[in-house]
Each structure stands twice: as C-alpha cells, then as structure tokens.
C-alpha cells in the first residue's frame, strides 16, 4: 500500500510523540518566487544543511543523532517551508526555552535572515512552535495541491 504524504507524517511524527519525543513544528518563509529556483536541489540544501545544523547546533552530542525532521514545500505567495522536527524530550529546552525560542537558537535563526555566499537567499520569517498534536499540522502542511514534497 502506497502511503500519502500526510499519513507518513502523521505516523512517524505520531510515533515519536507517542514515544515521549519533543516535536516542533516549523515554517520559514523565503521570498522565492522561481518555479524552477522552488524545485531545485537549492531549496532541498538549505533545509539539509543550512537548517539542520543550526539545530544541531544548540543540542548536545547525543542528542544530534535522534533528531529527525521532514518538510514541505509550499508555493504561495513565495516558497515557505512547513515541517516537524523531533528530538529527545529532555533536550526540549535547547530549542525552546521558558515560553519562547531559545535566545542563542534565536540568534542562529536571525543569520538567515540575509543571504550569504553559500545560501542565495534568505529567511525573512520564521516561526518554531512546540507542537499540539501531529495530526492537525500534517493535515494543514498537505491541505491543497501545491505543495511539494521535500523530494519535489
């Protein structure tokens, strides 16, 4: 049987909240336009590389390897990113922190607000939440036709 989109992350987001884990849900916006820039291997790099690492910055040693994420591209007005993040729940408090984003998480989140020479465009807006059930938000990142998924 052929999975969609939304039920692979309902069930293994679900999965790991069932297990105890923090989950995050997460949108960055951009201000790409580019149909082809969207789809390009550019967009899968950024969350890959440049996102991940900054959070894999703020957690400890053990904790890097039980981190997993997956995201989706969505297309209107710009390109914005929506997806999880997953991490070991004693590890929470390196991402989010008395009611709000860690201020050194913060800090690295900010750098991305202009492009630099390895990232050619920039996030203008972000928003990382403690998730509220995985359901609701895989249901509202898969909600119409345009999205695309992070294998575009």
Not at 7 to 13: A, G, V
Not at 61 to 85: C, I, M, N, T, W
Not at 95 to 119: C, D, E, T, V
Not at 146 to 152: E, G, K, L, N
Request: hydrophobic content about 35%.
């Amino acid at each position: 049987m052929n999975m969609t989109l939304r039920e692979k992350l309902e069930t293994t987001f679900g999965a790991y909240e069932a297990d105890g884990r923090a989950i995050f849900i997460v949108t960055l916006s951009t201000f790409v336009a580019s149909e082809s820039f969207g789809c390009s291997d550019r967009m899968r790099h950024f969350w890959d590389h440049h996102f991940i690492y900054r959070v894999r910055e703020q957690l400890p040693y053990q904790a890097k390897e039980k981190l997993d994420s997956d995201y989706v591209l969505e297309r209107r007005p710009f390109f914005h990113y929506h997806g999880f993040l997953a991490l070991p729940y004693e590890h929470r408090h390196h991402i989010w922190k008395g009611g709000a984003l860690h201020p050194r998480f913060n800090r690295a989140l900010n750098s991305f607000r202009h492009a630099g020479k390895y990232r050619p465009f920039r996030i203008n807006e972000y928003e990382i939440l403690p998730a509220n059930g995985v359901t609701a938000w895989a249901k509202y990142i898969t909600k119409t036709a345009d999205y695309i998924p992070s294998v575009c």
